[in-house]
């Protein structure tokens, strides 16, 4: 099976892996873990976990397309959230809400939410990862 590895416009370029991998054959895409930065790597939203997860779901959408898909195509969802209680739902739904308005979707596929103690930058306070199916 050949990968192709790709960085789409729109996202920053991570010095130790790409942000999206495709497979051709069964074109399945598997989403790198994406936390709130810019195309530039500014982390958007410091502080505010709503804004965070609003950005991570455009960087998911924003993934998507570069790998000729969209939140349509999306098999499974995985959610790591920082220090994660319950009472942090309403922030979690109001980020997902913002994004899916710009996005003019609705992210419905499978998903996972993990309670984590920590990202790979401290500011970060949630990183989404997903899988999708293309065809």
């Known amino acids: 099976m050949t990968i192709t ?9 991570i010095d130790v892996y790409h942000q999206v991998s495709i497979a051709t054959g069964s074109r399945l895409v598997f989403i790198a873990g994406q ?19 609003e950005q991570c779901y455009l960087n998911v959408g924003a993934a998507l397309a570069g790998a000729g898909g969209s939140f ?22 109001e980020g997902i809400a913002r994004a899916a308005a710009k996005l003019g979707v609705t992210p419905a596929a499978p ?15 949630v990183e989404v990862e997903a899988t999708a199916v293309i065809d």
């Not at 998903?111 to 500011?123: C, I, R, S, W, Y």
């Open 111 to 125: 998903a996972t939410l993990l309670g984590v103690a920590a990202l790979d930058v401290p500011e970060h306070l």
């Open 5 to 13: 590895l790709v960085n789409p416009s729109g996202l920053p370029e």
């Open 72 to 93: 349509d195509d999306v098999a499974k969802l995985t959610v790591h959230v920082v220090d994660w209680t319950p009472d942090k739902m309403p922030l979690l739904l």
């Open 35 to 53: 936390v709130s930065w810019d195309a530039d790597g500014v982390t958007v939203g410091a502080g505010d976990l709503a804004a965070q997860v």
